[in-house]
């Protein structure tokens, strides 16, 4: 898919303190295990990329194009709030320039199916879920090389960010366009094959996800792993709840209403992880990576951990305004009960020999 920048001298060595954290061609090991794990993760990304498409209609895309909102909120959470939150925390934790580029790939990364499935959780609007996904797949075509490019600029003089790859990162992108648009005509022609795609895709990002981080964990070693500063977990920790924030906060200034902020929320935090672990795979070799080939799945696992506790506060809020409004139709059926218990009745005369009741309320 693209081929393996060459390693730089500067590249080697280094620690927990700062330095360089790429290790040595032997740190991952059987060169057969690496391979195969190149191959899973490039068929990871197709058939996510295929469930992707697969949720998409077109009718749905005809809306929104007429009016694009999902289509400008893809563009404000992804390649504008996204990007910098990313540059931000890594010159904050002055991270060294291997660590920053894996944490950059990241936040310049579009929306992950992830966020689909947690919107239906929350009770989203899973519409705009879906556009927002896809719009920001294809706006990553252009927008991420060039966001890359442009935050990448603080370490220019550093060997890792001027071997940075942003071709082969276009041809990687440009790869998954195949299966979006088989995804599409699948959708059109086959809606129910269609359906049972988007599910297959989602339990395949789960599988996928457990299997990469098992395999890398081995083939990295627990010495390497260890190796790893405790800034990069506190980034991958601290970047999805800032996207998760500014999603919201978003939503909020175009007056969305709240299921809709809860879906932009969800849109904004959740990255594409497999494209991400995809691009560092197949793109840097191992002797400039290292370690931080950890980064996306530790993003991961903790973007799907604060999604998790998202879902379960957005529930425990609905079942507490449930039971208040049922509490209240309860109250105000009672009040009813009482006022019809209390209610007499007055007689009148009309006419010669005709008696009518006339019902009067009482106070209470």
């Not at 003089?157 to 979006?180: C, F």
């Not at 359906?195 to 990469?212: E, H, P, R």
């Not at 790893?228 to 978003?250: D, F, N, Q, R, T």
Request: aromatic letters at 6%; one cysteine or more; hydrophobic letters at 50%.
């Amino acid at each position: 898919m693209a081929s393996s920048a060459q390693p730089p001298a500067a590249a080697g060595g280094g620690g927990p303190d700062g330095g360089s954290l790429a290790g040595d061609g032997e740190t991952f090991g059987d060169r057969s295990l690496s391979q195969g794990l190149s191959v899973l993760v490039g068929l990871g990304l197709c058939v996510t990329m295929l469930g992707l498409g697969c949720a998409v209609e077109l009718g749905q895309l005809g809306q929104q194009l007429r009016r694009p909102v999902g289509l400008l909120l893809a563009l404000l959470g992804q390649f504008v709030a996204m990007p910098l939150v990313a540059f931000l925390l890594a010159v904050i934790f002055a991270l060294d320039e291997v660590a920053a580029v894996a944490v950059l790939l990241c936040g310049c990364c579009p929306g992950g199916n992830l966020s689909n499935l947690m919107s239906v959780l929350v009770d989203g609007d899973m519409n705009l879920s879906i556009i927002m996904t896809a719009s920001s797949t294809l706006l990553a075509l252009f927008l991420m090389p060039l966001c890359l490019w442009i935050y990448s600029r603080h370490w220019i003089n550093t060997a890792v960010v001027q071997l940075l790859p942003l071709g082969a990162v276009s041809l990687t992108l440009g790869s998954t366009l195949l299966p979006i648009g088989l995804g599409v005509l699948i959708r059109y022609r086959h809606p129910r094959a269609a359906d049972l795609l988007v599910k297959i895709s989602l339990w395949s990002l789960l599988v996928t996800l457990v299997v990469l981080f098992i395999l890398t964990g081995t083939m990295l070693g627990p010495d390497l792993l260890a190796q790893i500063p405790a800034s990069v977990y506190a980034i991958a920790v601290l970047m999805p709840l800032a996207g998760y924030a500014l999603g919201y906060g978003l939503a909020t200034v175009f007056k969305m209403p709240p299921h809709c902020r809860r879906t932009v929320s969800l849109e904004t935090g959740c990255q594409n992880v497999q494209l991400c672990t995809a691009i560092l795979k197949l793109t840097f070799s191992p002797e400039i990576i290292g370690s931080m080939y950890m980064f996306p799945l530790l993003y991961a696992l903790f973007q799907s951990a604060e999604a998790g506790l998202f879902v379960l506060a957005d529930s425990y809020k609905q079942d507490t305004l449930g039971e208040e409004e049922d509490t209240d139709i309860s109250y105000k059926k009672l009040k009813e009960e009482e006022v019809a218990d209390t209610s007499y009745g007055t007689v009148t005369t009309e006419e010669h020999n005709s008696i009518q009741m006339e019902p009067t309320q009482t106070a209470l």
